[in-house]
């Protein structure tokens, strides 16, 4: 069966290009695949988190997948650090991978900036621990938005090296599928109008947990009065809206906001247009508030009813833990005889 496996950080406030780029694309895949999502807590250690923060966003991140529609028996859930077999792959993915490849990661590049020297080994080594999160389950297909192809690629040349490396070991212990691979080379879902939602505020900039302005976003947690004020003092242009896709070329704002109405009502931009087009931005903002606020907020408000039901979430995840321990084992146990370790 086909496999599904994706990943959140739980690393401050998750937002609107988490959910249409990630989280939601996670739902209907539950009725096609096999589905596995995890709340990477490991990954969100890269850079200093307060233990009380990381506690809490764990338990947002679980909460956001269950509100949006992830069910919790159909699929599994669970926090990253409960399952040790990420660790152990990803050490072996460390002695894999290249120092170089790692090195022309923008990611790393970007969220090192100038100061290299002084970010943790982790962060540097953050992509080998993605690919064992997805390789630990043999996962086929990792919906993510547009900013995580380049891991994934990374991902694709990790598998194909290490089938490659220890391509006589895999044979001799009969591990390998019909062409000798121990690992699949796994296929990115990126797709839909969603995969790259820009800032509110400049629609030449990501839209992200780290930018200063709280406008810039719109927060999962927003309640409707929150939601609608920052789509109404949305940075636009002065045009109206296209009438066709081409016409949203080189107006990052317009594309933008198209690109979220169409997300959330599950359209194509061109759909949009043909009911927009040629209409101005007092006709299209409240529509676009309308839609987001009847979305957004009973989920917002399901999430905070989940995130006081502490206990609940954390035996969500347990449960989860479990079952996502015994494919992670089953695992090991070949790479660590592929690898040449006694047991
Ligand atoms: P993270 O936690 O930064 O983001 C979670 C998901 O949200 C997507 N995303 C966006 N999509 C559209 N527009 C945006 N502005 C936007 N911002 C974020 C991300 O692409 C991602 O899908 N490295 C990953 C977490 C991870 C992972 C994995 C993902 C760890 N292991 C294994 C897939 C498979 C990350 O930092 O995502």
């Known amino acids: 069966?086909?496999?599904?496996?994706?990943?959140?950080?739980?690393?401050?406030?998750?937002?609107l290009g988490n959910y249409l780029g990630?989280?939601?694309?996670?739902?209907?895949?539950?009725?096609?695949?096999?589905?596995?999502?995890?709340?990477?807590?490991?990954?969100a250690i890269t850079v200093r988190q307060e233990p009380d923060d990381l506690r809490r966003a764990t338990r947002e991140v679980a909460a956001a997948f269950i509100?949006?529609?992830?069910?919790?028996?159909?699929?599994?859930v669970f926090n990253q650090s409960q399952v040790i077999q990420h660790a152990e792959l990803a050490w072996v993915f460390n002695c894999v991978a290249r120092m170089?490849?790692?090195?022309?990661?923008?990611?790393?590049?970007?969220?090192?900036?100038?100061?290299?020297?002084?970010?943790?080994l982790g962060l540097f080594a953050y992509p080998s621990l993605m690919a064992a999160d997805i390789l630990l389950y043999k996962a086929t297909h990792v919906p993510v938005g547009d900013d995580q192809k380049q891991h994934l690629e990374l991902t694709r040349d990790i598998a194909i090296k290490f089938n490659n490396d220890y391509r006589d070991s895999i044979a001799a212990q009969n591990a390998g599928d019909d062409e000798g691979a121990f690992f699949p080379v796994t296929e990115p879902l990126i797709a839909g109008p969603a995969t790259r939602i820009m800032s509110l505020r400049d629609g030449t900039k990501k839209m992200s947990k780290s930018d200063p302005s709280d406008q810039s976003r719109i927060s999962l947690l927003d309640d409707a009065d929150a939601i609608a004020k920052k789509i109404k003092k949305a940075t636009t242009?002065?045009?109206?809206?296209?009438?066709?896709v081409e016409g949203l070329a080189s107006r990052p704002e317009a594309d933008n906001l198209v690109g979220i109405y169409a997300a959330l009502s599950d359209k194509t931009k061109a759909e949009v247009l043909a009911e927009f087009g040629g209409q101005g931005w007092g006709k299209f903002k409240p529509a676009l508030a309308d839609l987001a606020v009847a979305q957004l907020a009973p989920m917002a408000g399901e999430m905070r009813r989940l995130i006081d039901d502490s206990e609940t979430i954390d035996a969500i995840l347990r449960d989860g833990a479990e079952r996502a321990r015994a494919i992670a084992e089953a695992t090991m146990v070949d790479v660590r005889s592929i690898v040449g370790f006694i047991r």
């Open 1 to 15: 069966t086909p496999r599904v496996f994706s990943g959140i950080q739980p690393s401050g406030d998750l937002h």
């Open 22 to 43: 990630a989280i939601r694309r996670f739902v209907p895949l539950q009725e096609t695949h096999e589905t596995i999502y995890c709340v990477v807590d490991m990954h």
């Open 67 to 76: 509100a949006a529609g992830v069910d919790p028996k159909r699929s599994i």
């Open 100 to 120: 170089g490849w790692m090195a022309r990661m923008t990611q790393f590049k970007d969220k090192a900036g100038k100061n290299s020297e002084n970010v943790s």
């Open 237 to 244: 242009d002065p045009a109206e809206l296209p009438h066709d």
